[in-house]
C-alpha cells in the first residue's frame, strides 16, 4: 500500500467484491513518530482509522476495520488516469495507506445494489422458516413458492450488481466519466503530475547517454566555451551600447567619477593607473587602513559606486522605457561579461541578489520526496546547511553531512568520499539525490579540488551544487571544466561590484527544475526568460557588475595582475606573520590557500569559546583600527584561535606588520577578560 501513488487505479474491498477506483491526490506525508504530525493530523487519523485496515510502517501497531480494503491494480491498455473526481453515485473515503493519505472514489451502485440483494436474500430466508412454522402442511408449497421468488429476485439483483460493477470497471478503464467537475480536476492533476515527473526526472538526470555526452562534450569543452562566451559577450555589448546609445546620453555627471570603459558612458579621459597597495586604496576606495576583511562583503571601487548611481539616475529618467527597452539589453550584458570571466555559457547564467538566494532557488525548486538525501561537508556554509535542515523539516529529506577533517590532501578527500559513497552503494543505502560543498570554504578558506569531486559524485549518479561564493575572482574558475550542475557564486566578494550581485549556472539539462523563487510575468517559458524579471527591483547593483569588470580592466590592468599581485600579497602576509607569531598557514600550502591565508595566532591553540574571536576583532577594532576576520578551527583536532587574512590589491606589507604587532600586544593571552584590559574599560573589569 505505501506504493500507491496518484492517478493510479486501485482496487476497493465492498460487501464481498472488489471494486475499481482510482487515488485523486495524496493530501501529506505521515509519518509516526514526527514531533507535531499528531496534533495536525489527528482527527483524519480518528476519522480514518473507523474506515479501513491500517499497519503502521514500524509494524507494531494494527487497526482492524472490516469496512475497506485497498489493493494495488495494473490496468492494461491506456495508462491515463480516470476523469473523476466525485460524481454522482460515488462517494470519497480517506484512505490511511503507509506513509501516505489518500483520497479515492469508490462506486456507489453496484455495492448498494449488492447490499440489497444480500439482505433481501436474508429477509427471504427469514420469512421462508416463519412461514414453515406458521402455515399449515397443506399450504407450505405457498411459502416454498414465496421463497423461491425471493430468491429469484435476490439472485436478479445480485447479477444486476454484476452487471453494473462490470459496466462501471469498464468506463474505468475506457476513461469514460461524464462529470461536469471531472475534467478541471482531472486537468489540474494530470497537470501536476505531469509536470513533477518531468523536473523529477531532470533532478536526477545526469548525463550518462551517448545523447548527452555529446552535447555536453561540446558545451562544456573548455577552449570552446571560452569562444562562444566572448562572442555573446561582445555580441551583447556591442548590441546594448549601439541601440541604447541615444537613451542614455543625457545622464548629468554629478562628480567627476565616471563609469570605465564603453558600457554605459566613455569616462572623460584616460583613468589614472596607480599601483597596488595604499595609493589604490586612497584613489579608489573609500576604505580606512587596515581593513583586512574584504573576502567577507567586499570592497566597491569609487568608479563603480558611482556607476551604480548613474545606472539608478538613467532608470528614473524613464522608469516604464528603461525597463521595457533596456534592462533585458543590460541584464544580457552584465550575464554574458560574467559568464565570459568565468568560460560559462550566458544563456545558462542568471543574475542572483547573493548566494543564499542561488542555493535556495535550486533547493526550493526540486520535486523532494520523503526519504529523499541531501550530501554536504562538514565544512561547508552555515546557510547551507541551514537550508538542508529546512529540507528536513519540511520535505522528510534527511541531511547526511560528511565529515572533513582539514587539513586534507586533495587524494585523501577524493578517497574519502568515493570510500563514503561506495559503502553506501554497497550497503545497499540510498545514494543522496544532491551533494553541495564549497569550492572554498568560507571560515576556512580551504580551496578544495571542485572538478575532482563532482567527477566522483557524477560516477555515483549523483547531481551536483558548487558554492563558490568565495572562489570567483579569488581563483581562475573555469566553469565548463568543472561541469557541475549548478555552480554558484558571489561578484561583490572578489570582483568589484557593488553589493548584492551574484549569479547562478545552470546546465541546460537541469534547467528544467530550476525555477526563480518569485513567479513573474514569463512564467512557463523557460529557464532565460522566467529569470530575465521577477518583478520590479533595483537592478543598478547589478548593472555595476559592468563597471567592475572595466575597473580592473582599465585601472589595474586584467585579472592576471590583480591575482597575482593577491598571490604575493599572500605569500608575504604569511612570510611576515610566520616571522613575527612563529606560526605557518592553517592550509599548509599556497595551492590550498590562494589569496586567504589562516594563520593561527601565537599560542593561540585549545580555544573554543567563539566569544574569545568576537573580544579579539573587537580589540583589533577599537586599539588599533584593524578589521580583521578572526575564526577558531580545528588544527588536527585542536580548536584554535586564527585570523582569516584577505589579500587585496589595496593591501600591502605594512598592513600585516601592524596586524602582527597588534595581536603581540596581548602576549598570547585571548581571553575575553583579558581582551578587554586591553581595551582599558574599567567599567568592564569590575
Known amino acids: 500500500m505505501a506504493d500507491l501513488e496518484i492517478g493510479e487505479y486501485a482496487e476497493g474491498f465492498w460487501f464481498g467484491r472488489w471494486y475499481p477506483c482510482k487515488i485523486l491526490k495524496i493530501r501529506d506525508a505521515y509519518l509516526p513518530g514526527v514531533e507535531g504530525v499528531q496534533e495536525q493530523y489527528g482527527k483524519e487519523r480518528e476519522k480514518v482509522n473507523q474506515l479501513m485496515d491500517v499497519q503502521w510502517a514500524d509494524g507494531t501497531e494494527t487497526r482492524k476495520v472490516p469496512r475497506l480494503q485497498l489493493r494495488k491494480v495494473t490496468m492494461r491498455g491506456s495508462n491515463e488516469p480516470v476523469e473523476t473526481d466525485s460524481p454522482k453515485g460515488h462517494r470519497e473515503i480517506l484512505v490511511e495507506d503507509v506513509p501516505t493519505t489518500a483520497v479515492v472514489v469508490l462506486p456507489m451502485g453496484p455495492p448498494t445494489l449488492r447490499v440489497v440483494a444480500l439482505m433481501f436474500a436474508w429477509c427471504s430466508g427469514i420469512v421462508y422458516t416463519a412461514l414453515m412454522f406458521v402455515t399449515p402442511p397443506d399450504e407450505s408449497t405457498v411459502a416454498f413458492w414465496i421463497s423461491c421468488g425471493s430468491i429469484l429476485v435476490s439472485c436478479v439483483l445480485f447479477t444486476l450488481s454484476e452487471l453494473a460493477a462490470r459496466k462501471l470497471e469498464k468506463k474505468l478503464k475506457k476513461n469514460a466519466y461524464e462529470h461536469p467537475s471531472s475534467h478541471r480536476v482531472n486537468k489540474l492533476l494530470l497537470t501536476k503530475e505531469r509536470t513533477r515527473a518531468k523536473t523529477r526526472h531532470a533532478m536526477q538526470d545526469i548525463v550518462n547517454t551517448v545523447r548527452e555526452e555529446a552535447f555536453n562534450l561540446i558545451h562544456n569543452n573548455p577552449a570552446l566555451s571560452k569562444v562562444e562566451a566572448c562572442f555573446k559577450s561582445s555580441m551583447h555589448n556591442n548590441t546594448a551600447d549601439i541601440l541604447l546609445e541615444g537613451s542614455e546620453s543625457n545622464v548629468e555627471w554629478l562628480t567627476r567619477w565616471k563609469p570605465i570603459g564603453g558600457t554605459m558612458h566613455d569616462s572623460y579621459g584616460e583613468p589614472l593607473k596607480v599601483c597596488f597597495g595604499v595609493n589604490m586604496r586612497k584613489l579608489y576606495f573609500h576604505l580606512k587602513s587596515g581593513y583586512l576583511n574584504g573576502s567577507s562583503y567586499g570592497a566597491t571601487p569609487k568608479p563603480v559606486l558611482e556607476g551604480q548611481r548613474q545606472w539608478a539616475t538613467l532608470v528614473q529618467k524613464n522608469p516604464a522605457d528603461w525597463r521595457f527597452k533596456a534592462l533585458p539589453l543590460r541584464k544580457n550584458q552584465a550575464e554574458a561579461r560574467i559568464a565570459e570571466f568565468i568560460n560559462a555559457d550566458p544563456d545558462d547564467?542568471?543574475?542572483?541578489?547573493?548566494?543564499?538566494?542561488?542555493?535556495?532557488?535550486?533547493?526550493?525548486?526540486?520535486?523532494?520526496?520523503?526519504?529523499?538525501?541531501?550530501?554536504?561537508?562538514?565544512?561547508?556554509?552555515?546557510?547551507?546547511?541551514?537550508?538542508?535542515?529546512?529540507?528536513?523539516?519540511?520535505?522528510?529529506?534527511?541531511?547526511?553531512?560528511?565529515?572533513?577533517?582539514?587539513?586534507?590532501?586533495?587524494?585523501?578527500?577524493?578517497?574519502?568520499?568515493?570510500?563514503?559513497?561506495?559503502?553506501?552503494?554497497?550497503?545497499?543505502?540510498?545514494?543522496?539525490?544532491?551533494?553541495?560543498?564549497?569550492?572554498?570554504?568560507?571560515?576556512?578558506?580551504?580551496?578544495?579540488?571542485?572538478?575532482?569531486?563532482?567527477?566522483?559524485?557524477?560516477?555515483?549518479?549523483?547531481?551536483?551544487?558548487?558554492?563558490?561564493?568565495?572562489?570567483?575572482?579569488?581563483?581562475?574558475?573555469?566553469?565548463?571544466?568543472?561541469?557541475?550542475?549548478?555552480?554558484?557564486?558571489?561578484?561583490?566578494?572578489?570582483?568589484?561590484?557593488?553589493?548584492?550581485?551574484?549569479?547562478?549556472?545552470?546546465?541546460?539539462?537541469?534547467?528544467?527544475?530550476?525555477?526563480?523563487?518569485?513567479?513573474?510575468?514569463?512564467?512557463?517559458?523557460?529557464?532565460?526568460?522566467?529569470?530575465?524579471?521577477?518583478?520590479?527591483?533595483?537592478?543598478?547593483?547589478?548593472?555595476?557588475?559592468?563597471?567592475?569588470?572595466?575597473?580592473?580592466?582599465?585601472?589595474?590592468?586584467?585579472?592576471?595582475?590583480?591575482?597575482?599581485?593577491?598571490?604575493?600579497?599572500?605569500?608575504?602576509?604569511?612570510?611576515?606573520?610566520?616571522?613575527?607569531?612563529?606560526?605557518?598557514?592553517?592550509?599548509?600550502?599556497?595551492?590550498?590557500?590562494g589569496s586567504l591565508p589562516i594563520m593561527p595566532l601565537p599560542n593561540g591553540e585549545n580555544h573554543a569559546d567563539q566569544r574569545d574571536a568576537v573580544k579579539t576583532m573587537g580589540y583589533l577594532s577599537v586599539k588599533h583600527g584593524i578589521t580583521a576576520f578572526a575564526v577558531i578551527v580545528n588544527i588536527s583536532g585542536t580548536p584554535t584561535l586564527c585570523i582569516r587574512c584577505t589579500c587585496q590589491i589595496y593591501t600591502q606589507d605594512s598592513d600585516w606588520i601592524s596586524l602582527g604587532n597588534a595581536v603581540l600586544n596581548l602576549e598570547g593571552n585571548y581571553s575575553s577578560l583579558n581582551v578587554i584590559k586591553e581595551l582599558s574599560i574599567p567599567a568592564l573589569l569590575t
Open 349 to 593: 547564467t542568471a543574475l542572483m541578489v547573493n548566494a543564499n538566494e542561488a542555493t535556495a532557488t535550486i533547493l526550493k525548486s526540486l520535486p523532494w520526496q520523503v526519504g529523499d538525501r541531501f550530501m554536504i561537508f562538514s565544512c561547508d556554509y552555515d546557510a547551507t546547511k541551514l537550508a538542508g535542515e529546512f529540507l528536513e523539516r519540511h520535505h522528510g529529506v534527511e541531511l547526511y553531512v560528511m565529515d572533513v577533517k582539514l587539513p586534507i590532501s586533495d587524494i585523501e578527500l577524493c578517497g574519502q568520499l568515493h570510500s563514503v559513497l561506495k559503502t553506501m552503494k554497497d550497503n545497499h543505502e540510498p545514494l543522496p539525490i544532491l551533494a553541495n560543498f564549497c569550492h572554498v570554504t568560507s571560515k576556512t578558506a580551504y580551496i578544495f579540488p571542485a572538478t575532482k569531486l563532482t567527477q566522483i559524485f557524477h560516477a555515483f549518479g549523483i547531481s551536483v551544487m558548487i558554492d563558490g561564493a568565495q572562489a570567483t575572482g579569488h581563483l581562475n574558475v573555469n566553469c565548463s571544466e568543472i561541469n557541475a550542475d549548478w555552480y554558484y557564486g558571489t561578484v561583490h566578494k572578489w570582483m568589484y561590484s557593488c553589493p548584492g550581485v551574484a549569479f547562478l549556472i545552470t546546465q541546460p539539462h537541469k534547467q528544467r527544475c530550476t525555477f526563480p523563487l518569485t513567479v513573474s510575468y514569463f512564467d512557463g517559458e523557460g529557464y532565460n526568460s522566467e529569470f530575465a524579471y521577477q518583478g520590479l527591483r533595483d537592478v543598478s547593483a547589478w548593472m555595476s557588475a559592468i563597471d567592475g569588470f572595466d575597473f580592473v580592466e582599465t585601472v589595474c590592468g586584467g585579472w592576471d595582475a590583480v591575482r597575482g599581485y593577491c598571490h604575493e600579497q599572500a605569500r608575504r602576509c604569511v612570510e611576515i606573520l610566520g616571522e613575527l607569531w612563529g606560526t605557518k598557514p592553517f592550509q599548509q600550502d599556497q595551492a590550498h590557500y
